[in-house]
């Protein structure tokens, strides 16, 4: 009789755990995964002082200085030695 009762209570944890892992996690999993989605989108909005970073019609081009080492001013490209085979 006991050994009945173990295997009853091991095929009922079983099926719960089956229903559990199909129903609920995935369920849980997308509620937290949209609620950090939410929250990261909202600290991409705001900076830390809370001004907007972006605000609707506005627009912002800042031009950098290129980038090199600054020895080469041709504009011609580095030379290659070529050789016929």
């Not at 755990?17 to 929250?39: C, D, H, N, Q």
């Not at 041709?74 to 085979?85: A, F, L, W």
């Amino acid at each position: 009789m006991g050994l009945i009762r173990i295997l009853g209570i091991f095929l009922i944890i079983y099926l719960a755990m089956r229903l559990i892992s199909r129903y609920l996690l995935p369920w849980a999993a997308k509620y937290f995964v949209k609620k950090a989605s939410e929250g990261m989108q909202e600290r991409m909005r705001t900076r830390e002082d809370g001004e907007k970073i972006y605000q609707e019609g506005e627009v912002t081009i800042r031009k950098t200085a290129p980038k090199g080492d600054g020895s080469s001013t041709s504009e011609d490209g580095e030379y290659v030695d070529y050789e016929d085979v």
